[in-house]
């Protein structure tokens, strides 16, 4: 075939296949050319990591206490309470500091400076914060605490930071923190009722203030309520009686003896002391005329520990927590959010012997009966569940109305009661 007629049929044949091509239907559409399947990588899901970090907490800046003690650090009493205390504030805040004085009152031969100034010597050495544990250092405290505006100042039993109180004074670096010891001295009293033989019983009290006269008070209401509602007793048949030392503690040549006044009431026939000085002559006493025969107890008072040695003549004790309330007092400095406040702080019903919780407890003395021992348990828990003997009818010593028929005191009546109630014997002022 020559090259011409071949071009000639290559064309020809071109034409048909275009041809054939436009005349296919439309919409038609050619068959896919079937694949082997593939299997499919599952997906992988990306997740982003954010890393966490946690804001820094600062630790809080440990502080140094100064604290100016009353009396001796082991008197077994209002000042070894609060010297343990710090022990308790050291564990729950580490690295506290601590720097103490012992024997700080007024006219105490211990030392040359007032509470004020030995309290400046604390702050020079760098306490932050100074407490003064006693009512007798309270115009110290005042007056150190305006003169340093820049250290906390605590002050144990005063009522100086009390707005509605009758000495208050405006000073955001001062606080008061004081027990309801009320409830305490009320406990202590049932426990005098339940187990005297005589119904004669003798309170050996400090000097005669706001303070002593409303816990010589709260002693004697409980005493005439179990005496009456537990052992069904005429209120007319039980003796109560005060006698005031002169101090918080025997000052040879300032005070009364305790250990006499204790050995006057055992001999004319008090055959129970409730004491509410810081030490613990009354226990003492009571031991030593156990040993000759008598039979005699004593409740001693503020210190956990103070049966230790007499157990079989304690009754039990009344004490103060002062940990707990310290440890929130110095975190709030640590935490910025100090208030100048006033503080009454009770008791932790629901176990009155928690060191974590409660500023008031009462230990049972080996010397309180099983009997009697279970109702103590039962007048707390009536406590606990609102009873209030600073209810009235109650009258002052002198006879007038105190409280009327119903009324129940507030904590500006309790606190500055004026005189001993009707019923007690001993001064009031």
């Not at 309290?119 to 305006?146: H, L, P, R, T």
């Not at 509410?276 to 156990?290: G, V």
């Not at 005699?296 to 008072?301: E, G, H, R």
Request: some cysteine; proline content about 5%; glycine content about 8%.
């Amino acid at each position: 075939m020559s090259r011409k007629n071949a071009w000639i049929l290559i064309s020809i044949l071109m034409i048909m296949v275009l041809t054939l091509t436009a005349c296919k239907p439309a919409g038609t559409v050619e068959e896919p050319v079937a694949e082997e399947p593939v299997a499919e990588e599952p997906a992988v899901e990306e997740t982003e990591v954010q890393e966490v970090t946690e804001a820094p907490v600062a630790e809080a800046e440990p502080l140094t206490v100064g604290l100016l003690l009353v009396g001796p650090a082991n008197d077994a009493g209002w000042s070894q309470a609060h010297f343990d205390s710090m022990a308790y504030v050291q564990e729950k805040l580490p690295g506290t500091e601590l720097l103490y004085l012992e024997n700080v009152y007024t006219g105490s031969t211990a030392h040359t400076q007032t509470p004020a100034e030995l309290a400046a010597d604390m702050a020079a050495k760098g306490a932050k914060v100074v407490i003064f544990n006693s009512d007798d250092q309270k115009d110290n405290a005042i007056k150190f605490a305006q003169e340093n505006p820049d250290v906390y100042v605590i002050h144990a039993s005063g009522d100086s930071a009390w707005k509605e109180g009758k000495n208050y004074v405006d000073l955001p670096n001062l606080k008061n923190i004081m027990g309801r010891m009320e409830y305490g001295k009320m406990i202590a009293g049932c426990a005098a009722a339940l187990t005297t033989q005589t119904g004669k019983i003798g309170f050996l009290g400090p000097l005669i203030n706001d303070e002593t006269r409303r816990f010589a008070a709260s002693s004697y209401l409980g005493a005439k309520y179990c005496w009456t509602e537990y052992l069904g007793k005429d209120p007319a048949d039980l003796e109560f009686k005060v006698t005031w030392i002169g101090f918080w503690f025997n000052i040879p040549g300032v005070t009364l003896d305790p250990t006499q006044v204790s050995d006057d009431f055992f001999n004319t026939g008090y055959d129970v002391i409730i004491s509410s000085i810081d030490t613990t002559e009354a226990l003492t006493e009571a031991k030593k005329f156990a040993a000759d025969g008598k039979q005699v107890w004593a409740v001693p008072y503020d210190y956990e520990g103070a049966c230790e040695g007499a157990n079989d003549v304690c009754l039990g004790v009344e004490y103060f927590n002062w940990g707990p309330s310290y440890v929130a007092a110095l975190k709030s400095i640590q935490d910025g959010t100090w208030e100048s406040s006033f503080e009454l702080v009770g008791p932790d019903w629901a176990d009155i012997n928690n060191p974590d919780t409660s500023m008031i407890g009462f230990n049972k003395g080996g010397a309180l009966s099983a009997d009697n021992a279970a109702k103590i348990d039962q007048f707390i828990s009536e406590l606990g569940a609102g009873l209030n003997l600073w209810t009235g009818p109650i009258n002052l010593q002198d006879g007038s109305t105190y409280l009327a028929d119903g009324e129940v005191a507030t904590d500006l009546q309790v606190w500055y009661l004026p005189q001993l109630l009707e019923g007690m014997e001993g001064q009031s002022e």
